[in-house]
């Protein structure tokens, strides 16, 4: 036998009756990584190394190359952000020093090749 269940009662939230704010959750904050300095740097030089590279005989390449090297190692443990600087201005670095060699040797083999060469001048000869 079933009997009949009493209505249920709903409950209304009248205007005047203000419903409270969930509770907050605690806010984390994890400080920032520093970054490392080489890194930025190593990135500055490549970049000013492959604008003027060739201006500048490939220094600011070299500089961005150990740099770079310095930064990535730097980097490794995660203590310090900024590998992905680090790899950059690795990248440039490599990129701008290699044509400022080959045009280094360049120069001078080919310096040497006019200095030691046989002259094709001809020598004038006295007239008597």
Do not use: E
């Amino acid at each position: 036998m079933t009997y009949p269940q009493p209505p249920q009662r709903r409950s209304v939230v009248s205007q005047y009756q203000s419903v409270a704010p969930p509770p907050m959750m605690p806010m984390v904050v994890q400080p920032a990584v520093p970054s490392s300095s080489t890194a930025v740097w190593a990135l500055v030089l490549g970049i000013v190394g492959l604008v003027a590279g060739w201006c500048l005989l490939g220094i600011p390449c070299i500089a961005a190359v150990l740099l770079g090297h310095v930064g990535v190692n730097d980097t490794r443990n995660n203590v310090k952000s900024g590998r992905g600087m680090a790899v950059a201005g690795l990248v440039m670095g490599y990129v701008g020093v290699l044509p400022a060699i080959i045009l280094f040797f360049w120069m001078v083999l080919g310096g040497a090749a006019a200095v030691f060469a046989p002259s094709t001048i001809p020598t004038p000869t006295p007239s008597y």
